[in-house]
């Protein structure tokens, strides 16, 4: 038993000093890094909601003398306010509205109250503003603003001086100013 043991053990040691050791496997190069994620770039924000426009509305009345058709100092100073306003807003029409008193024909009031409306056209358009964006219209004698307080002061006549004076409120042009405003 112990020569089997020892011939066991010889053959062992020969077996283990011939047998030649492999040498080390090189490392497995190192695996290449991840790929990087791709960027994600972050949605731009919304857009800001546009504030609405803010609908402008501007009113003015100028005075005339009686028969004329010719813009009073204290028109103009009024035109000119207005004019003022209207250069800050997206301007969408002018509305000039002539009007006339009672005194004279029908046929004449109207077309009083037109060339009332038209000189404030002019006038509006030497201001800078466009020609097209103004409308004009005569009511003639139509729409008074005196109503029926003058009616009994005597003869329709531009004589009756009391009369002239009573209806100074209805020879007037009434304006509009409609447009927008950006916030």
Not at 28 to 57: F, G, I, N, Q, R
Not at 160 to 174: I, M, T
């Amino acid at each position: 038993m112990i020569k089997n043991s020892w011939l066991l053990l010889v053959a062992f040691a020969f077996a283990a000093g011939c047998a030649t050791q492999e040498p080390p496997k090189p490392a497995p190069p190192p695996a290449p890094p991840p790929a990087p994620a791709p960027e994600v770039k972050p949605a731009p924000p919304a857009p800001k909601p546009k504030p609405a426009a803010e609908k402008v509305t501007s009113a003015g009345t100028v005075h005339f003398d009686f028969d004329k058709a010719e813009l009073r100092p204290d028109g103009k100073a009024t035109l000119d306010e207005l004019a003022s306003k209207v250069r800050g807003i997206n301007l969408e029409v002018v509305i000039a509205i002539g009007h006339a008193d009672m005194i004279g024909s029908d046929a004449y009031n109207q077309k009083l109250s037109v060339r009332r409306a038209e000189a404030i056209k002019a006038y509006l358009v030497s201001k800078g503003i466009e020609t097209n964006r103004i409308y004009t219209e005569g009511k003639g004698e139509k729409q008074p603003v005196t109503g029926d307080k003058c009616k009994k002061m005597g003869p329709e006549h531009r004589s009756n001086k009391k009369l002239v004076a009573c209806l100074a409120p209805d020879r007037r042009v009434e304006i509009e100013v409609i447009g927008t405003r950006q916030p």
